[in-house]
T-cell receptor, first 114, second 116 residues
């Protein structure tokens, strides 16, 4: 089982719709969870971080964390064509937190159709 | 957010030569930096964790003698690909952990390496 799993997609949504991206992780002791957006040929950029159970909202983005189910998601409201990118879920590893290295999922490709 | 800068953004080198990539944290001190490699249409693969003032920690399967990492200061880590071969052609990305931002990890712009 991979440490961080995501559906590779592509996930296609119409402009203005809600895009829902999902991620599961295998290590129960993981503490920090991140969503990064990566455009083709570019470096990842941080969108959201979440550390405790529940929802965290930032503009059009909402991250949801459920540690009991080992599940984290990202909702994008009012999706725009410019949101089309690969979304990477990342979780801190289980090495005692000394270096907080990130373990990435393979990413979900989101395509927002105009 | 915090700024991490990488240089060069693109480099082409001949097979058998070495190339150095720099990673700088511009507005924060980073005791820990990370080096990733990403092949087309694949996810980021962690190569090594770079620790200021000590040896890097390499992930399983990464040759430490081929990918030399130096983290001599709190704002600079370098990755040197030695005796490069065409199969080393990839997108190399560094990241740095900002203790001032809740230990959030920020990425550099990445460096495209092409070995011909």
């Amino acid at each position: 089982q991979k440490e961080v799993e995501q559906n590779s997609g592509p996930l296609s949504v119409p402009e203005g719709a809600i895009a829902s991206l999902n991620c599961t992780y295998s290590d129960r002791v993981s503490q920090s969870f991140f969503w990064y957006r990566q455009y083709s040929g570019k470096s990842p950029e941080l969108i959201m971080s979440i550390y405790s159970n529940g929802d965290k909202e930032d503009g059009r983005f909402t991250a949801q964390l459920n540690k009991a189910s080992q599940y984290v998601s990202l909702l994008i409201r009012d999706s725009q064509p410019s949101d089309s990118a690969t979304y990477l879920c990342a979780v801190t590893g289980a090495n005692g937190g000394a270096t907080n290295k990130l373990i990435f999922g393979t990413g979900t490709l989101l395509a927002v159709q105009p | 957010g915090a700024v991490v800068s990488q240089h060069p953004s693109r480099v082409i080198c001949k097979s058998g030569t070495s190339v150095k990539i720099e990673c700088r944290s511009l507005d924060f001190q980073a005791t820990t930096m990370f080096w990733y490699r990403q092949f087309p249409k694949q996810s980021l693969m962690l190569m090594a964790t770079s620790n200021e003032g000590s040896k890097a920690t390499y992930e399983q399967g990464v040759e430490k003698d081929k990918f030399l990492i130096n983290h001599a200061s709190l704002t600079l880590s370098t990755l040197t690909v030695t005796s490069a071969h065409p199969e080393d052609s990839s997108f190399y990305i560094c990241s740095a952990r900002s203790q001032n931002s809740g230990n959030t990890i920020y990425f550099g712009e990445g460096s495209w390496l092409t070995v011909v």
